[in-house]
């Protein structure tokens, strides 16, 4: 890489930065201290503003580096991730957008509070959103080591090292000065940049084959190396018994994770009635949509021009392919449209990473501060300071988490980020969902029900993902010299979700403690009218 594109990403990214230091600072200087302010903006958010910042939350690195990435290398099999991401904002639209809005005020463990006993459902939601939030934020710390590696030609292990502990530094500071708002108006100008990222490509990509998608896809098969099968079913998910469930486990997490994403969760606490944050849900897949179809003509375009070796070369796991793309349809190393198509297209993707670990990082805080501490700190302050405490106990809990997720995303450098956030998926489909539908739908369900809901679908994903050839046992490990593997799947959801929805309906069946009827229909009446929502 030359020091033209060096230099032009890195001002790029540097200008990106800036305006997003700017805002955080503006809106700190315009804040309240009030819980409601840093965890929910203040709900004075209108439905397209919240659309555009659902969408920048979703559309993360996994989506724009890694999916591209797996179409690049496997072809028809790496397009099922770009299907499942869309296909659950299905779910969120007609299960739970509405209902979450009018029960909860802000986390997941609100709307299993208004109907259950508060102290032991609010620990177990939420160490099962920070554990997920954790998870989807080591996605985007790999992805920002990907980038660097290929801006910085020959960057090391230290180098990317580096980057990711400066992307956690600087989510930290956007989450503990800003809040909600500052991470929201973050959220939708990487959208806007994202979107105008991916169109420029896309239309580049399809001027490149004079608008023939048929050209396209027979040249993505020709230089795949795979030939016919790179455009069927199977190259990736079609060997064994074991390759067929593990595609199986990977679509169930991928539509039902999305319902149980304690930042996309949070979102709809941001705009003031439930109304709103439907329209929400509807702007954003409209983005989502749009988005997601371009990384499929993206994916096949990198096949098509570079190559799927030439891909696999620059990142074992095809991170790198879009960066790589815009720089051969820019004219090439060396050219000066290359060097800034490949600039710009850099500079977004860290953009895109920094917003999307500023929300998650801020809905992780929030489930520490406002589920966690509030709930296991026994000697209660006045409310008015325990509001105060609350909040700076979310912004200790930025760093921590961040900490945390740094950590981990240095041992995962060389994995692909769109599997990994497929793992982050499957634990909240795991832990989050079954007991999330069950307290909106289920008027026998109880507090013992909940909470052996949440455990039994966390722990379950999370052992047999430390027991799956992700961790040990296989050359692409993270620990590739060690092999304690014992679960064959990748992804655990086939077995973790229905483990979620089966414990919380056994927690029920052997509760002693009836639900109570009273709460339920209480909670009935605001999840479907909104009457004495926050």
């Known amino acids: 890489m030359t020091g033209d594109h060096q230099s032009l990403a890195l001002i790029l990214f540097s200008v990106f930065v800036a305006v997003t230091l700017g805002i955080t600072t503006w809106v700190s200087r315009r804040r309240h201290g009030s819980a409601e302010e840093f965890y929910a903006g203040g709900r004075l958010f209108s439905p397209l503003e919240n659309g555009f910042a659902i969408a920048g939350d979703y559309m993360s690195a996994a989506s724009f580096l890694g999916i591209s990435g797996l179409i690049a290398l496997f072809g028809y099999d790496g397009l099922l991730y770009s299907v499942g991401f869309l296909v659950a904002w299905l779910v969120v639209l007609f299960l739970v957008a509405e209902l979450v809005r009018n029960c909860g005020r802000f986390t997941l463990a609100d709307v299993l509070a208004a109907r259950m006993r508060e102290r032991p459902v609010r620990i ?31 960057a090391g292990a230290q180098e990317r090292a580096w980057m990711v502990i400066g992307v956690g530094a600087l989510m930290v500071v956007y989450v503990a000065c800003g809040g909600m708002r500052a991470t929201t108006w973050i959220q939708i100008v990487k959208a806007v940049l994202l979107m105008g990222g991916a169109i420029a490509l896309t239309v580049l ?80 897949i409209g983005l989502i949509g749009g988005f997601y179809l371009m990384t499929i003509v993206l994916g096949f375009g990198a096949a098509a021009v570079l190559g799927s070796d030439a891909v696999r070369v620059s990142n074992s796991a095809g991170n790198t392919a879009v960066p790589l793309l815009a720089l051969d349809l820019g004219g090439g190393a060396g050219s000066t449209g290359g060097t800034v198509l490949f600039a710009v297209v850099a500079a977004v993707a860290f953009a895109t990473i920094l917003a999307v670990v500023a929300g998650i990082t801020l809905a992780s805080s929030a489930s520490v501060a406002h589920d966690l501490y509030a709930t296991l700190k026994r000697n209660r302050p006045t409310k008015q300071g325990r509001v105060h405490s609350e909040v700076t106990v979310a912004r ?9 997720a740094i950590a981990l995303a240095l041992l995962a450098q060389d994995l692909n980020v769109a599997f990994l956030v497929g793992l982050a998926f499957a634990v909240a489909a795991s832990a989050n969902l079954p007991v999330l539908l069950y307290a909106l739908f289920w008027r026998r369900f109880t ?55 089966f414990m919380g309906w056994l927690g029920t069946v052997a509760s002693p403690e009836p639900a109570d009827a009273a709460r339920h229909a209480e909670t009935e009446v605001r999840a479907l009218t909104g009457a004495g929502a926050a």
């Open 396 to 404: 200790v809990a930025a760093v921590a988490v961040g900490a945390v």
């Open 205 to 284: 990509v399809l001027a490149r084959f004079h608008g023939d998608i048929n050209t396209l896809l027979t040249t993505a098969a020709e230089r795949s190396g795979h030939g016919s099968d790179f455009l069927a079913p199977g190259l990736k998910y079609g060997g064994g018994w074991t390759e067929r469930l593990d595609f199986i486990s990977l679509g169930l997490a991928l539509v039902l994770g999305t319902a149980g994403l304690p930042h996309i969760l949070s979102r709809f606490y941001t705009v003031p009635t439930a109304r709103a944050a439907r329209r929400s849900v509807i702007w954003s």
């Open 447 to 501: 507090t013992k029900g909940a909470v052996w809901s949440v455990y039994g679908g966390l722990v379950p994903a999370i052992v047999l993902v430390v027991l799956s050839p992700v961790v040990s046992g296989s050359p692409t490990a993270i620990f590739p010299g060690l092999d304690f593997q014992l679960f064959p799947l990748e992804n655990p959801g086939v077995v973790s979700i229905p483990l979620g929805f």
């Open 124 to 154: 177990a939601a939420g160490t099962a959103s920070v554990t997920v939030s954790v998870l989807y934020l080591v996605a985007q710390m790999v992805g920002a080591g990907s980038l660097v590696a290929l801006l910085l030609e020959g």
